[in-house]
Each structure stands twice: as structure tokens, then as C-alpha cells.
């Protein structure tokens, strides 16, 4: 059941469900200062057509078919998401594009 992914029960039987949040600050790129909102609407829908021209997939894609992987690893979400596990150098590679 794909609802139910993310949830799970303690050792009391009590279900619970994990979530993980984000602070997401302006970022700089290129000369360019992205508030927040900016960032977090550009960045995921920039690395999901990168990972559709790149990758084999045809016809109709579902959110459920990319691979989480490499979507969080790509190199339009790690230096946002992610700066703190070696995102900042991949926001060069992204600005130098």
C-alpha cells in the first residue's frame, strides 16, 4: 500500500510516521540572489527535467517512477537540500553550466 510508505509501528503497536523538515535559505547563483520559494519551486522541477532528458524514460512518467536517489543526489537539489554534505561544490558545477 503506497499511502502507508514512510509509516510504521512502535514497539507498542502505535503507528507512527517519520518526517524530516528543511530550512532552505535565499541562495546565490551566479548573480543572481533566489528567495526561498524561489529556490524550492526551481530546483526540484530543474532536476526532474534533467533526469528526464538524461534517463530512458518514455511516454507518461509518475513521480513514482524516478528514482528518489538520484533525484536528491542530482545536481540542481544536493547544493540546496543538501549543503552541508558537499552540495556547495556541485553549485559550481550548476552555475558554470
Known amino acids: 500500500m503506497p499511502a502507508l510508505e514512510g509509516l510504521g509501528r512502535d514497539?507498542?503497536?502505535t503507528l507512527r510516521k517519520t518526517e524530516q523538515g528543511f530550512s532552505v535559505l535565499p541562495q546565490r547563483v551566479g548573480r543572481h540572489t533566489l528567495r526561498a520559494?524561489?529556490?524550492t519551486t526551481a530546483a526540484p522541477l530543474a532536476e526532474t527535467a534533467r533526469l528526464l532528458l538524461?534517463?530512458?524514460y518514455s511516454g507518461v512518467?509518475?513521480?513514482s517512477q524516478l528514482d528518489p536517489d538520484s533525484f536528491l543526489?542530482?545536481?540542481?537539489?544536493?547544493p540546496f537540500y543538501y549543503p552541508h554534505a558537499g552540495?556547495?561544490?556541485?553549485?559550481k558545477?550548476?552555475?558554470n553550466m
Open 11 to 13: 514497539a507498542q503497536g
Open 37 to 39: 520559494i524561489q529556490t
Open 54 to 56: 538524461e534517463e530512458s
Open 61 to 63: 512518467v509518475y513521480q
Open 73 to 78: 543526489n542530482g545536481i540542481f537539489i544536493r
Open 87 to 91: 552540495g556547495a561544490g556541485r553549485a
Open 93 to 95: 558545477e550548476m552555475v
